[in-house]
């Protein structure tokens, strides 16, 4: 189960992701949030991500804006640090409660509510149509990194806010994708760094008890096959629909975690 639910998300999503408002990790954080602590599930999220980013690189890396690129990943791997760190303080702090259903006890944590809420934000941004035409001008593209690279650290929500701020800094479709890939690359690296030598080191039995590492290896074959497949099929496709999905769903797994549940 826990493969089919992984797998399945890793390769539709990222078949979309390419062209679409919101990132791999958007879906697949919560989907891996449903079988690990969600501090190892923004870890591992990270690692699908960066592998499939890296492959994307090479599908359209060289179509990148580099001068763009400077301007919003420098702010945005500075940034990337410090929310992987809050995150890394905010998972380390007790359970502020707990509870039993059902035979079984649940823990609400600082961790998982500030996820929650994360998740729950950028759930009504895709719910909302008018975040579809959100944007911002290109003297904006620094702080664009610092808000995107802080996120991404702290829930790895960044791609919608990065699809915000470069949307409108003078690229061509083929130049926003290849910097957002680009850049969305350079911000993984900084935060996985942060997340190495913090809380999933010491969590890495956890993956291994859990077939984790199978997962995750599986996860990032069929997100590149969804990449290849993007890449080469969708070329131009409506996703309010997708969106409003995902909007449901991320609401959802936000008060799921909220309340300890997931």
Do not use: W
């Not at 890939?181 to 996985?192: C, I, K, N, Q």
């Not at 609401?251 to 799921?256: E, P, R, V």
């Amino acid at each position: 189960m826990v493969y089919l639910v992984i797998c399945t998300v890793a390769l539709v999503v990222s078949a979309l992701t390419l062209f679409s408002g919101f990132g791999l990790g958007t879906l697949l954080l919560p989907a891996f949030a449903i079988f690990f602590p969600v501090e190892i599930a923004v870890g591992a999220t990270a690692i699908v991500h960066l592998a499939n980013n890296i492959f994307k690189v090479a599908l359209v890396g060289r179509m990148a804006d580099m001068k763009t690129v400077l301007k919003f990943s420098i702010p945005a791997s500075i940034t990337a640090i410090a929310g992987a760190l809050l995150l890394n303080y905010f998972s380390n702090v007790q359970p502020i409660a707990e509870y039993g259903l059902a035979g079984r006890t649940f823990s609400m944590t600082i961790v998982k509510l500030v996820i929650a809420m994360l998740i729950a934000a950028f759930a009504v941004l895709e719910l909302n149509p008018r975040f579809e035409k959100l944007s911002f001008d290109k003297k904006f593209v620094p702080l664009g990194g610092i808000l995107s690279g802080f996120f991404g650290g702290l829930s790895g929500q960044q791609g919608a806010l990065r699809s915000a701020f470069l949307i409108r800094a003078g690229l061509n479709k083929e130049k926003f994708i290849g910097t957002s890939v680009v850049s969305a690359v350079v911000v993984d690296v900084f935060r996985l760094t942060v997340y190495g030598v913090t809380f999933f080191s010491k969590n890495f039995e956890i993956l291994k008890n859990q077939v984790g590492l199978g997962l995750i290896t599986a996860a990032i074959l069929v997100a590149f096959l969804g990449s290849f497949i993007g890449s080469r099929l969708v070329k131009k496709i409506t996703m309010r629909t997708i969106q409003l999905i995902v909007g449901v769903l991320l609401l959802l797994i936000s008060i799921a975690l909220g309340v300890g549940v997931a």
